[in-house]
């Protein structure tokens, strides 16, 4: 007959008895506003500061410059250390008449908390923070040390928050579990890449009404950014140790496509978006007047590329495709790198053995379109994956918010994880699968 442990038991009671608690936090933590840009996240880290330590848990505030503050808290000693990350800012709320409620009302409504970052992530934030208050109290068991780390800068690029605690603050970790939004069903092993790249049209100027004695650099570019989509056609096999998290992410936005009601070429390509290159159009500038062949003509591209191709191999493709055009040139501006973790890593594990005895199943491991802080962590050598109770199709949009459900699990999601990976380690994935 099989018999729960101590941490499954206290796992589960932490999810079930610290749900006001959690719901609670998660709506303070929204009302306090973080929006970047600009980036001030002083307001969040006042409301995780009191309520750790009104529960007897220090925090260290780091200011990474221009104001980008970073929170860090610790329990436990020596090694194994796991890092627990989740960030503070979110995206701008935009037109609040575009919402059904005020963006920032952190308003617990039909078993939801909404507001502006409660799937991304303050809902991550807040699961976390209850689950260090619920691990200090057995912190006597921890074979090893906890790190909390609340961070700044993520929705810009992360330079200011997780990549400068990673360079600055935290030695190496052995593990880390950040905090993103992954409806609390599924675990994220890895991510694409970007590649943030301006191509610069340079043409001849002359009369609108005689555009043939000109060169028109606007119409250069967009020739150009339509020999780079051909890459979007181009299917790159995941590494062997991911053949499964493919398979699941697959099936996963097969899903996502139908809920949307998304249909045809475009589920299709929804389907296979980690498996290849896309390329939007963000900005396009060229021209002065209407009735003038533009000269000049600057658009920002952003390529994003799946694991198993480097940067430099992708740059060096778009820019052979784009300066086929002549008068179009390539600039690399921006990147990132392909990154995962192998999910037989102990820490993906811990996560899959939580995740599946506190929800009773589980969607399993899946991959990332779009990037992370994760990024900092692997590149520094962290078996790193991602588990968080925000639903990522609630994510920048209108109308944000988090069920309650997910957020209570993933309290106890975290206890779980935590305490397998630093009392009896983990099991084989093998094993669970």
């Given at each position: 007959m099989y018999s729960m442990s101590w941490a499954e038991e206290l796992a589960l009671k932490a999810s079930r008895e610290r749900e006001a608690e959690v719901v609670e936090l998660c709506s303070n933590l929204i009302k306090a506003r973080s929006e970047n840009p600009p980036g001030d996240v002083s307001a969040v880290v006042e409301v995780l500061r009191k309520w750790l330590g009104d529960r007897g848990i220090d925090s260290e505030v780091h200011d990474a410059g221009e104001g980008r503050l970073n929170l860090v808290s610790r329990i436990g000693s020596g090694r194994p250390l796991l890092v627990m990350n989740s960030h503070m800012d979110v995206v701008p709320a935009g037109d609040p008449s575009g919402w059904s409620f005020p963006p920032f009302c952190g308003d617990v409504k039909d078993g939801k908390v909404l507001g502006r970052g409660a799937a991304d992530t303050k809902s991550g934030l807040a699961a976390m923070a209850v689950?260090?208050?619920?691990?200090?109290?057995?912190?006597?068991?921890?074979?090893?040390?906890?790190?909390?780390?609340?961070?700044?800068?993520?929705?810009?690029?992360?330079?200011?928050?997780?990549?400068?605690?990673?360079?600055?603050?935290?030695?190496?970790?052995?593990?880390?579990?950040?905090?993103?939004?992954?409806?609390?069903?599924?675990?994220?092993?890895?991510?694409?890449?970007?590649?943030?790249?301006?191509?610069?049209?340079?043409?001849?100027?002359?009369?609108?009404?005689?555009?043939?004695?000109?060169?028109?650099?606007?119409?250069?570019?967009?020739?150009?950014?339509?020999?780079?989509?051909?890459?979007?056609?181009?299917?790159?096999?995941?590494?062997?140790?991911?053949?499964?998290?493919?398979?699941?992410t697959r099936r996963f936005l097969r899903e996502t496509a139908g809920k949307l009601g998304i249909t045809g070429l475009d589920a299709e390509r929804l389907e296979r978006v980690c498996e290849t290159y896309t390329v939007n159009l963000g900005i396009i500038e060229g021209g002065f007047k209407r009735n003038v062949v533009p000269d000049r003509c600057r658009a920002e591209l952003d390529v994003r590329v799946p694991i198993g191709v480097s940067v430099e191999e992708a740059f060096q493709e778009v820019k052979k495709l784009a300066e086929a055009v002549e008068g179009v040139t390539c600039k690399l501006v921006a990147r990132s790198e392909p990154n995962y973790t192998p999910p037989s890593e102990q820490i993906c594990v811990a996560v899959y053995e939580a995740a599946s005895k506190v929800l009773g199943r589980f969607g399993g491991f899946i991959v990332y379109s779009g990037a992370t802080d994760a990024r900092f962590l692997r590149a520094a050598g962290t078996p790193t994956v991602i588990y968080g109770p925000g639903d990522h199709l609630k994510a920048h949009v209108q109308d944000e918010y988090v069920e309650v459900w997910r957020l209570r699990a993933s309290v106890g999601v975290y206890v779980l994880a935590s305490l397998t990976y630093l009392t009896r380690g983990a099991v084989s994935y093998t094993h669970l699968t």
């Open positions: 689950a260090l208050d619920v691990l200090s109290d057995v912190e006597e068991k921890l074979r090893g040390t906890i790190v909390f780390t609340a961070v700044a800068d993520e929705e810009v690029g992360g330079e200011r928050g997780t990549g400068w605690l990673v360079r600055n603050v935290l030695p190496r970790a052995d593990a880390c579990i950040i905090g993103e939004p992954t409806g609390a069903t599924h675990a994220v092993v890895g991510e694409k890449g970007i590649c943030g790249l301006d191509l610069l049209g340079a043409g001849r100027t002359a009369h609108g009404s005689t555009p043939m004695l000109g060169k028109n650099a606007v119409e250069l570019v967009f020739e150009a950014v339509e020999r780079v989509k051909e890459l979007q056609s181009r299917l790159v096999p995941p590494p062997s140790a991911l053949e499964e998290a493919y398979e699941n």
